[in-house]
């Protein structure tokens, strides 16, 4: 690997980290704490639902529908009480 190889694999994790800053962005520049909330909620859905899978609990079904709707219901209600 090369010296130039090396300065560029660094930009690349760079401009990964910022992609995933400016999706956690609203339009008017400032940081969602909403979509961050949202964006965790949704890993853990999906982190319960593989267990959920995985296992013979019957609960798991419950608690990945719960992490679903806090990762989507919040965002849809604050995007209609904001509407104009």
């Keep these: 690997m090369t010296h130039s190889a090396?300065?560029?694999a660094t930009a690349n994790s760079a401009e990964?980290?910022?992609e995933l800053a400016e999706?956690?962005?609203e339009d008017n520049g400032h940081y969602s704490a909403m979509r961050a909330?949202?964006?965790?909620a949704l890993i853990a859905a999906?982190?319960?639902g593989a267990i959920t899978?995985?296992?013979k609990n019957a609960d798991g079904k419950?608690?990945?529908t719960s992490f679903l709707v806090a990762a989507f219901a919040p965002k849809a209600v604050q995007k209609f009480a904001e509407r104009p």
């Design 6 to 8: 090396i300065l560029e």
């Design 16 to 18: 990964h980290g910022q």
């Design 23 to 25: 999706f956690l962005q």
């Design 37 to 40: 909330m949202s964006f965790i």
């Design 46 to 48: 999906i982190a319960f």
């Design 53 to 55: 899978i995985t296992s």
């Design 62 to 64: 419950y608690i990945t």
